[in-house]
């Protein structure tokens, strides 16, 4: 499948500035421009399992396309939503908790990159991933 594989952050686009936005503060903002963050995607039909692993947390989660699930983001904001596939690309439409606002992520592979896009708010984000 095409997202199946380890994928390690190599650049962002406006990840600060889309983090802001967040509502997360400067301390954690700087921190995570650094997370070295790995995703590991494991697909299976319409199932997927996913490692994340970064210089904060490492955590496993399973989800299955058009299933609603519960994430916590990695500075403990609290999301709710579901992914899809259409064609290669998988999109991600999450609201948060704490005030009903809507996150969305998008993941396409472009030759040995993954690039994930953020929205919130008007303010978009791409974190693009090399495969190991």
Known sequence: MTFNGTWKVDRSENYDAFMSKMGVNV????????????????????????????????????????????????????????????GDTLTGVFTRKDNGKELTTIRTVQGDEMVQSYSYEGVEAKRIFKKE
């Open 27 to 86: 301390v954690k903002r700087k921190l995570a421009a650094h997370d070295n963050l790995k995703i590991t995607l494991q697909q299976t039909g319409d199932k997927f399992h996913v490692k994340e692993s970064s210089a904060f947390r490492t955590l496993e989660l399973d989800f299955t396309l058009g299933v609603t699930f519960d994430y916590s983001l990695a500075d403990g904001t609290e999301v709710s939503g579901s992914w899809k596939m259409e």
